[in-house]
């Protein structure tokens, strides 16, 4: 049996035209554009619950969640009603206000961080944390990983040099050379690369910064004590640790990926970034950390940073009230979703003889298409993103918005009901078989 006939797109393919010829790409974001899957973006008119509705009015069970913010789902009621009661009051005071002192205490309650500086985006939160290290140590070099996307700070879009080059080359037209200069990138999850940059260079480095578990070369877990050794490392060498957990604070775990390692194992990191789950859908971000750290920021101290939005009460609103109503509970059905879907696409895949790799941080995963596991951005890019494409768009077919992307996490929320799991179940038989074919 078919299933049934693609969807119609005439009136997201009217939109995406009129968007070509007023914004680059027709999209404010590089990847909602499906270049790398093809075909037309689908324009969503609104969102409930587990479930987007696009301008053609077809419905998909959405597996992006605004890539990672919508822990709870879409238009949920108590954040509505928060919202809008906020909206009421007034929309942005430039002064200081109740909700973002109140969401600074949740983000210290659950979060290893001491004080939390607001910002509007995660690549401010990164942008700033990594200005804080540097003026608080007095050091300019920034260590990162190969696959660790942190946004697009310029220092930050950055590749590995070629052969024995140290420090790092743009990876973007539009960096300079002396942005990168200071940057060196490593492959992720290798500590001979860490010992080796921090024995020839400790004493330049102000920092380190790595996605807490990277999520934006698909999900690729640190090995067991990776975080750990790094802390430790950064810590012999008088450099800062910036743990970026804007894709997976508050998701991964309540308390993000550190209640996973961190936690468990007793360490903290100097700074940590945050994003996505804490803005509740709106644009909310921050970053935080040791109080000596933070106390160097200004006004307290003498390293600049603001921003006009910056704590915006309907944001901070937003937020807070979202991490409130992230329980236990809701960590607890996200998992269990997520183990459903994982082992149904496991199970699916095999069945049709795909080569996969399902890769998982707490609530966090992904699917690699290959067959061997996933350590850094370089098996990552083995990936086939051929059988990806194909397995996207049967998956679109039949009613799931999967990340339009074979690099990216696949994010679930407390309103992904039995109907939504099922509908996901549904599509995975034919999505595998698309998949085989390609
Ligand atoms: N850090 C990480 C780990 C991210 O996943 C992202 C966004 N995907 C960013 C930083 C940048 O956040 P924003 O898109 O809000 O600038």
Not at 350 to 378: E, L, N, P, Y
Request: net charge negative.
């Amino acid at each position: 049996m078919t299933g049934p006939t693609a969807p119609p797109t005439a009136a997201s393919a009217a939109l995406f035209e009129r968007a070509r010829a007023v914004t680059p790409g027709g999209v404010n974001s590089p990847v909602r554009a499906f270049n790398a899957v093809g075909g037309t973006p689908r324009f969503i008119r609104s969102a409930a619950g587990a479930w987007l509705t696009d301008v053609d009015g077809n419905e998909y069970v959405d597996l992006i969640c605004s890539w990672g913010p919508m822990l709870l789902g879409h238009a949920h009621p108590e954040v509505q009603a928060a919202v809008a009661a906020a909206v009421a009051r007034g929309t942005s005071y430039g002064t200081p206000t109740e909700p973002e002192v109140e969401l600074a205490e949740e983000i210290v309650a659950r979060a290893p961080v001491e004080k939390v500086r607001f910002v509007s985006s995660g690549t401010e939160a990164t942008m700033s944390a990594i200005r804080l290290a540097r003026g608080f140590t007095g050091r300019d070099v920034v260590v990162k990983f190969a696959g660790c996307y942190h946004g697009h700070v310029d220092s930050l879009l950055a590749s590995a040099g070629s052969g024995l080059a140290t420090f790092a080359l743009p990876g973007t037209p539009g960096v300079p050379e002396s942005s990168t200069a200071l940057t060196m990138v490593l492959p992720y999850n290798d500590r001979a690369a860490v010992e080796k940059a921090f024995a020839e260079h400790g004493d330049r480095i102000a920092c380190l910064i790595t996605e807490a578990a990277p999520g934006n070369m698909g999900v690729v877990p640190p090995e067991a004590g990776f975080n750990r050794f790094l802390a430790e490392t950064c810590a012999q060498h008088g450099a800062l640790f910036i743990s970026d957990e804007v894709m997976t604070g508050f998701r991964a775990s309540k308390q993000g990926q550190w209640g996973l390692d961190g936690a468990v194992e007793g360490w903290t990191p100097d700074l940590v970034t945050f994003g996505k789950v804490m803005g509740g859908g709106f644009p909310a971000a921050a970053f935080g950390g040791r109080a000596d750290v933070m106390s160097r920021l200004a006004p307290d101290g003498p390293v600049y940073q603001a921003g006009t939005l910056s704590g915006n009460p309907i944001a901070t609103t937003a937020g807070l009230t979202t991490l409130r109503l992230a329980t236990d509970d809701v960590y607890a059905h996200i998992g269990a979703a997520a183990d459903t879907i994982k082992t149904a696409a496991a199970d699916e895949l095999s069945k049709a003889g795909v080569a996969h790799v399902v890769q998982a941080t707490g609530t966090m995963f992904s699917i690699f298409f290959m067959d061997t596991a996933v350590r850094d951005f370089d098996d990552a890019s083995r990936t086939d993103s051929r059988a990806y494409a194909a397995f996207f768009h049967a998956m679109l077919d039949h009613g799931v918005y999967l990340p339009p992307s074979a690099y990216e996490a696949w994010f679930l929320s407390a309103a992904h009901d039995d109907r939504a799991v099922q509908t996901v179940l549904d599509a995975l038989p034919v999505a595998a078989r698309a998949a085989a074919a390609a």
